[in-house]
């Protein structure tokens, strides 16, 4: 005689028994979402615990940190980074706000499979080789990184050190925001839209190259 499951529960076969207790296997889709919001927070962490030590870059944090720079107080609201591949395609440009009608001069850094090459008559520094590139680039008389209270402060290397702790500074307090940037741009490009784009903060593309800058 059969017996009726009790209200509310759905009676399992004697195969669906020999598998053992149910299981929940979650979707792709699921797991994809995980893996991003995890990757994310990963890369907020690193920024807001360990970015202010010397030549620590958050690993695929390439485009997180170029947003967070731009965002800056004494960034220059006309100034771009632009990121080219070897061909000259632009891949990404970040800037502060979302207008780039305003914007009168780029920083460009073009990006090969796992570094950042500068121009043939660039020399580069063995230290913090791709922040010294872009204090090269700044404009004359630029206070981006000022601001240090220490000897040295208004040295290339003292700025630095003050860029470092103003970028933490930035990601913890921005944290939802660059978050939800990220994940944006990490659903985005898994959907094979364009690379090419405009970046407002927190935007980013997301990128495997490493935060290093060599010679061609």
């Known amino acids: ?22 299981r929940f296997t979650p979707s792709t889709v699921a797991v994809r979402e995980h893996r991003t919001r995890e990757r994310a927070d990963r890369i907020i962490d690193q920024f807001v615990e360990r970015f202010t030590e010397k030549d620590f870059f958050p690993e695929d944090g ?9 965002q800056l107080p004494d960034w220059p609201a006309d100034l771009s980074i632009r990121i080219h591949n ?17 914007v009168q001069d780029s920083i460009v850094l ?19 080789p791709l922040l010294r590139w872009v204090f090269s680039q700044l404009p004359a008389g630029s206070s981006v990184g000022m601001g240090g209270n220490f000897p040295g402060s208004s040295s290339d290397a003292g700025r630095i ?20 940037a990220l994940v944006a ?8 839209q364009l690379d090419t784009r405009a970046q407002s903060f927190p935007a980013s593309v997301g990128s495997s190259a490493d935060a290093a800058v060599s010679g061609p």
């Open 1 to 22: 005689m059969l017996k009726a499951a009790p209200m509310g529960k759905l009676a399992r076969s004697n195969e669906q028994k020999s598998l053992g207790p149910d």
């Open 62 to 70: 390439e485009d997180a940190l170029f947003s967070l720079l731009v």
């Open 86 to 102: 070897e061909n000259d395609e632009v891949l990404a440009v970040f800037l502060k706000g979302s207008d780039e009608s305003i």
């Open 110 to 128: 073009t990006q090969n499979v796992d570094a950042y090459i500068v121009p043939d008559n660039v020399q580069v520094a063995d230290d913090e």
């Open 161 to 180: 050190v003050t860029l470092r702790e103003q970028i933490a500074g930035l990601a913890k307090d921005q944290r939802p925001l660059l978050f939800d």
């Open 185 to 192: 741009a990490d659903e985005s490009t898994s959907k094979g």
